[in-house]
Every structure is written in C-alpha cells, then in structure tokens.
C-alpha cells in the first residue's frame, strides 16, 4: 500500500508543481515506485512540466464518471506513473470533486509513494487530498505573504488530523528582504526539511517539458530537490557542490589580503 505524500501551498506560484513533479522523479530515481496525481483540477498543469500533455482520458474523465482511473494512468519520466487532471475546461465543468477520495484509494495498490500536487489554498478539492494523505509537504516562498497563507493550510491539515512533514522553501534567492529559515520555522512551527534555490534551469526545463532533475541533473535546484526527495524516503544522497569561479576582482583581493 503506497504511502500518500500531498504537496500543498497557501499562495499560488510558490512552484508546488514543479516541486511535486520533480520530487516524483526523484524519488523514482532512487529506486521507488512512484505516482503522482494532480489534484488541482481547475488548473491543471502537472501533465505540461512531465511533458504528457494532450491524452485523451485525464482526471477529469474519471470523477466525471466516464472512465476508469486505469486508463488515466500514463508513464513518465523514469517510470513514474502521471495522472493528468487535464487542461479541458469542459471536463472540468463535468468532474466530481467528491469522487477524489475514491480514484485515491484505487491508486494505493499501484504504488509505494503517492505525491498528490494539490491545489493552491484550501478548497474541496485540497482538504480531501490532505485528509486521504499520509503526510503533507507545505511549499513556501520566503516572503511574509507567503508564510502567511501556508500558516492557513498547517492549520486545516492538524484539525484535519494528518501529519505535517514539513516545509520546503523555495525559490530562495538569499536576498536581504527574504525571511530566514529559522524565521520561518518559527512562524510555521513546522520544521523546514529543504530549501531550493532560484534557479534558471527551473524555466527551461519547463520550457522543454522535462524535469528538470533529468534535463538538467546537475543544477543547483534539481541537487536541492534530490536532498529532499532522500530525506523523505530515508535514502542517502550527497549534493554536488559547483564552486563558483572566481573573478577578476575577487582574485585581485585575495592576492592583495592573501585570501583573508
């Protein structure tokens, strides 16, 4: 029976997707069975990042009563298995939210890990997945608005009863604006099991419909990622470090201070 992992956000554009996404490649990566369902059927957009867009029986088809949750089920990258909630706003009109718990339940036998990428905030369709969910991963930007919804979703997911596993920062580009880990920590009062930096390769993998831990393994957010991924399936992994290059000033200083 798979253990369900939802991966929810206070906020829209905090990267949920491609954190949950890649966090289902990596884990594959190490050797897991994986699935991943997107959740947020009203913007679907799990299927563009995993580069399956287009497929003809979605999500959407199956809370809509029109087919089986077996034939919404595609292979993806490294063998994980993608449920699409698919981009059709006219499946979306027809789907039952109320069936989710159910086409959840089904998909439990396939797998050893679900991650379930939920919808931004806490509608219907995000309290049903943290309530058949394991555990729940919070995505969060460092910046006050930000922490301020995710503390929304903390709350629901303890009355709901489901354990939190944890927050993931995001898009962390250690300006002097930003909130510090051990701020957010204190905010949250959940631990912050990675953080993942702003990264350019995070577009262009979109751009390209890969992952961005296949297309681009070696990247400073991708490294971040497979941390994570091992820290949650209890599997060991060691970053790659790039070092960065030194320039011309730096070097200049370092011969003149005799690099102190």
């Known amino acids: 029976m798979a253990i ?21 490649v990596a884990m594959a990566k190490f050797g897991k069975k994986v699935a991943v369902l997107d959740a947020d059927i009203a913007m679907a957009n799990l299927e563009l990042i995993m580069g399956l867009e287009g497929k003809p029986i979605t999500l959407n ?49 396939l797998v050893e ?14 309290l049903i997945a943290i309530s058949s969910a394991d555990g729940v991963v919070v995505v969060v930007n460092p910046e006050i608005s930000s922490i301020s919804d995710a503390l929304k979703v903390i709350a629901i997911t303890r009355r709901l009863g489901t354990e939190i596993l944890g927050a993931i920062v995001n898009r962390v580009s250690n300006e002097s ?66 070092k960065k290059k030194d320039t011309f000033i730096s070097r200049f200083l370092k011969g003149l201070f005799g690099g102190r």
């Open 4 to 24: 369900a992992i939802a991966i929810a956000s206070g906020k829209g554009g905090t990267g949920k997707t491609t954190i949950a996404a890649n966090l289902a």
């Open 61 to 109: 088809d199956v809370l809509a009563g029109r087919a089986n949750i077996k034939d919404a089920i595609y292979e993806g990258p490294e063998g994980v298995l993608v449920i699409p909630a698919g981009i059709s706003l006219e499946k979306f009109k027809k789907a039952n939210p109320e069936k989710l718990e159910e086409v959840l339940k089904a998909i439990h036998d």
């Open 113 to 126: 890990i679900l991650i379930i990428d939920c919808p931004a905030g806490i509608g219907k369709e995000t």
């Open 177 to 242: 604006t930003e909130l510090s880990v051990k701020a957010i920590e204190t905010i949250l009062e959940v631990p912050v099991i990675g953080v993942v930096p702003e990264d350019p390769h995070v577009r262009k993998a979109a751009a390209f419909g890969t992952p961005l831990v296949i297309l681009y393994p070696d990247s400073p957010a991708a490294q971040a990622i497979m941390e994570i991924a091992a820290k949650l399936i209890g599997a060991k992994y060691e970053a790659k470090i790039k």
